[in-house]
């Protein structure tokens, strides 16, 4: 098949482990007889240096005529709170140009990662979760105002947004475990009374053979680390799920190896790893590239409906890391780590 994909690196680790991302997608071309066109765009604090816009119109225009949108992650000291623009506007805005609304992350533990993990090996055995996250409502994109001495972040769900959410939810629990966790904050939030309400209804008269459980966010924060392997689909909103995501990347051993894909009504999506720019360890190459990869997994899946290929990738990172692939962040105490080239070639040879 023909398919256009836009790549954009970003800031600090992002073209590291983009770079890694985009061999892998040149392997899987060349391997299955496919034709990907990979343009490269700026974005990000990148693209503020270059044209003072975090997501210059040129490179939104490449974004919208794409297949899919392979992102490494935008961000750094140098573009903090206090900027005039930030990265993170960009970021904001792009999902809502392509209008991924739902994010998903899927958490496993790799079994040979179990020992790699702050939490009880025992603990994690058999966690397989997804979280599918609100990604263009709520807080984050509610009205700001801001005076000498106050400062307000408007917070507002419809329910239209709450329906299309809970879909998601519902039709990827149908094909697992068919149970729904909603999590919310109705105890205090208007907005959650809502989201709770709306995620019944939708989830009791589409998903018949879909349970749904209410879970308040500070008690699910704590189910999370204290038995997660009774979780499979988590839905909840776009500031809830941001935390929650990286509360539960620690299940799986490191941010550096879980991926996201975010999806709209059509095909085209956004695919990230969960990760951000990590200017603590930029430029030194010792990133993880395996949530990029993962990623690119996703990507196949999803927008190229290229499930055969999905499934190599996959097996491929599986492979490596039974072998023994590591970066530092995954790594054993006293054993040798990998950069971020010699990961991404191992995964290759896995491939191959
Ligand atoms: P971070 O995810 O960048 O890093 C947190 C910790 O995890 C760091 O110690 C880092 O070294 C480590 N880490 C992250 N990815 C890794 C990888 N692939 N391999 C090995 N170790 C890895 O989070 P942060 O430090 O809170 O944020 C740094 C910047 O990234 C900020 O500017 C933030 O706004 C931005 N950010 C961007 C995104 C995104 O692009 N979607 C997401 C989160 C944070």
Redesign the pocket.
């Known amino acids: 098949m023909k398919a256009r994909i836009a790549v954009i690196a970003?800031d600090?680790?992002?073209p590291e482990?983009v770079a890694e991302g985009t061999r892998v997608l040149e392997r899987v071309a060349e391997k299955f007889g496919h034709e990907f066109q990979m343009n490269a765009a700026p974005f990000?604090g990148a693209a503020i240096d270059l044209t003072g816009d975090p997501l210059p119109k040129a490179t939104l225009d490449e974004c919208l005529s794409a297949d899919a949108v392979l992102?490494?992650?935008?961000?750094?000291?140098k573009w903090g709170p206090s900027s005039p623009v930030r990265?993170?506007q960009g970021?904001l805005r792009i999902r809502r140009e392509l209008g991924v609304y739902a994010n998903l992350r899927p958490i496993k533990l790799h079994p040979a990662l179990r020992d790699s993990s702050a939490i009880k090996p025992e603990v994690l055995d058999g966690v397989d979760l997804v979280f599918v996250r609100e990604l263009t409502g709520g807080i984050y994109f509610g009205e700001k105002t801001r005076t000498a001495t106050t400062a307000t972040d408007l917070c507002s769900y419809s329910v239209a947004e709450v329906e299309r959410i809970t879909r998601v939810a519902g039709r990827l629990a149908s094909s697992r475990r068919k149970q729904v966790f909603s999590i919310d904050k109705s105890n205090v939030l208007e907005t959650s009374r809502l989201w709770r309400e709306v995620a019944e209804r939708v989830i009791k008269q589409e998903f018949p053979d879909v349970s749904i459980e209410h879970m308040l966010v500070d008690s699910a924060a704590m189910h999370l680390i204290r038995r997660p392997r009774d979780f499979d689909v988590l839905v909840t909103e776009n500031m809830f799920g941001d935390i929650l995501t990286d509360e539960g990347a620690m299940l799986a051993s490191?941010?550096?190896v879980l991926p996201s894909a975010s999806i709209g009504e059509g095909r085209r999506g956004l695919y990230?790893?969960?990760?951000?720019?990590?200017?603590?360890?930029a430029g030194k190459g010792?990133?993880?590239?395996v949530?990029t990869i993962l990623s690119v997994a996703m990507l196949l899946r999803h927008s190229l409906a290229l499930e055969t290929e999905a499934l190599a990738v996959e097996g491929a990172v599986n492979k490596a890391i039974e072998d023994g692939a590591r970066?530092?962040?995954i790594a054993e105490k006293g054993r040798p780590a990998l950069t971020t080239r010699q990961m991404g070639d191992a995964i290759l040879a896995a491939l191959d």
């Open positions: 970003g600090g680790i992002g482990v990000g992102l490494g992650a935008i961000g750094g000291p990265p993170e970021l490191s941010l550096g990230e790893p969960i990760h951000g720019s990590a200017p603590d360890i010792i990133a993880n590239p949530g970066t530092a962040d």
